[in-house]
């Protein structure tokens, strides 16, 4: 994209979208998102076998951090809001609910075990303390089904002699990474209506300084 005019006189929205671009000039600036540079870097990781178990997750989570930070919805923001307080939910969970259609409330717990097993040490089980419950977590390209986990069957006892597919819980790999590419064209989407509303406390000016590399043009 290029704009004929500063980065200082652009709109929220404009800004917005440069947010949601790979790559934009001003007058003044030559700015890279963050955002569009971690998608394509999930992408791309993704279809290499020996960069696909791991950096293609923690993309994701990255991404569906920083959109679960830096946006609401002005269309029935007030419900989803609401009900994402009382849930406490984390950042990439709000991501997933308010912008992709995700409302399961076992889906969005999993998800968050999961991430926190990725993220964290790059491990595939988690004990939850609160609960007391044991999580081994497999991930399959090739789910028959649509969802973005498929729960165990049974649950686990944390015994690692005791693990079966039965007490597995699968992640879709494909659908997850999908999905948050879907969500960051759906954001353009809604931000092309006005609907889209920045979530931080500064507004567009930490969008701008947190997520944009920012080249001064001579």
């Given at each position: 994209m290029l704009f004929d005019k500063k980065l200082s006189e652009l709109t929220d929205s404009e800004i917005i979208n440069i947010h949601l671009s790979r790559k934009t000039l001003t007058k003044d600036f030559e700015?890279?998102?963050?955002?569009?540079?971690?998608?394509?870097?999930?992408?791309?990781?993704?279809?290499?076998?020996?960069?696909?178990?791991?950096?293609?997750?923690?993309?994701?989570?990255?991404?569906?951090?920083?959109?679960?930070?830096?946006y609401k919805c002005y269309k029935n923001s007030e419900e989803k809001e609401n009900h994402a307080k009382e849930k406490k939910y984390k950042s990439f969970q709000k991501a997933l609910y308010y912008f992709g259609d995700i409302e399961d409330e076992q889906t969005l717990n999993e998800i968050r075990i999961f991430r926190n097993s990725i993220v964290h040490d790059a491990c595939l089980f988690f004990f939850e303390q609160k609960k007391n419950e044991y999580y081994c977590f497999r991930y399959s390209d090739n789910n028959e089904t649509s969802n973005l986990i498929n729960s165990a069957e049974e649950k686990w006892d944390g015994n690692y002699d005791s693990i079966n597919p039965k007490n597995m819980t699968i992640v879709n790999r494909k659908l997850l990474i999908n999905k948050t590419s879907d969500i960051i064209r759906k954001l353009s989407k809604i931000n092309e209506s006005n609907e889209l509303k920045i979530s931080l406390p500064d507004k567009e000016k930490e969008l701008i300084k947190r997520y944009f590399l920012m080249i001064p043009r001579n």
């Open positions: 700015l890279i998102s963050t955002l569009k540079t971690l998608e394509s870097e999930m992408q791309q990781s993704s279809g290499l076998d020996n960069f696909k178990s791991f950096l293609p997750f923690l993309a994701a989570f990255a991404i569906l951090d920083q959109i679960g930070g830096c």
